[in-house]
DNA sequence: GCTGCAATACTCGGATACCCGGTGTCCGAGTCTAACTGG
DNA sequence: CCAGTTAGACTCGGACACCGGGTATCCGAGTATTGCAGC
């Protein structure tokens, strides 16, 4: 999985929290990450639909909903994109007793135990939203802490 | 995921049927793909103990034990390894509002969310073995199939 | 004092290099078979 | 006819190139602010 995930997933818990927008520059000033790869990611979070941009002074990233009704599966998503890890190459219509094409109309049980897996992959991730993160979150910090992090983004 | 996974599941469920050594060269003909990088995955999978290797003349690889005591899991950590997919940078404890380490002994909201997905898709994979696999290609594939591999295998 | 305009600074977006891990390949080490020779 | 030896061929195992995707970066396009000039 793409690295850059868990910076999207810090980024918006912290846009949680903001309710004015956020530039790129200070988010990865905030998680001390690249500011230009970390753009990458704000970018693909953009496309997803997750945040809305706006440009100009004053400007930055928004979440474009609540966080209760953004998943961590669409922040997976939306980087690494929805393709499956495992993509079947029907080795079984291959070499020389190969399956006739008509008897593979239904994938072979290798691609569907591989699709069952992945499906309780992303049944994990989308029963978490970034609202429980944050909620995880504040359970641990400092008491404070949201407080200096806010003043922190204002200035 | 590795592409070579779904070569080595098929050829554990060629290997569950044949009851001789076969040879990587076979196994590689049987599926129509190359010979040496699917050496380098039996290899790996020599290693993970899953199979056992003899040389020489007639040699090659056979399962070290049952289909129904190795499972999907057990192949795919084999070839991938058994590294999680996300790996926790701990985001939260740099830049300038970091969290103290010391209160950073539980692992950190997200890291929490992909473990548990991690562990869901892991339990997917351990549910279904070997022999599972072989009843559901049975089940599918034209009647005498079996036996036509068998001697070609033996051929 | 108010309004319109233009300059400015700030922000995002896409296009561009770099590098490491998976992909693919090869040759040498080891061993089982089998034929051959001598008793 | 049998046992020991040796040659052979076959097999695995690890070391070596290649390449595509993720990693990291930069500069141009676009916009809200803001200061200024004119009315």
Redesign the interface.
């Known amino acids: ?1 793409s ?1 850059g ?3 999207a ?2 980024c918006c818990t912290l846009l949680s929290r903001a309710s004015q927008p956020v530039p790129a520059v200070k988010l990865a ?5 690249s500011p230009s790869y970390l753009a990458k990611q704000l970018q693909l979070m953009s496309r997803a639909g997750l945040v809305r941009s706006t440009q100009g002074n004053a400007g930055g990233y928004v979440l474009t909903r609540d966080a209760a009704a953004i998943t ?1 599966l669409d922040v997976v998503e939306a980087i690494d994109g929805v393709l499956p ?5 029907e ?2 219509q ?7 094409a008509e ?1 593979c109309a ?1 994938p ?3 691609a ?3 699709d ?3 499906r ?6 989308r029963a ?1 939203t970034i609202a ?2 944050v909620a ?2 504040d359970r ?3 008491p404070g ?1 949201v407080e ?2 806010r003043a ?1 983004l204002a200035s």
């Open positions: 999985m690295g995930v868990e910076w997933l810090h000033e905030y998680h001390d990450v961590v890890a495992f993509r079947c190459t080795v079984r291959r070499g020389p007793l190969a399956t006739p008897q239904d072979c049980a290798i569907k135990v591989m069952s897996a992945d309780a992959w992303r049944d994990s991730l978490v429980d993160l995880d979150a641990q910090i400092l802490a200096r992090a922190w």
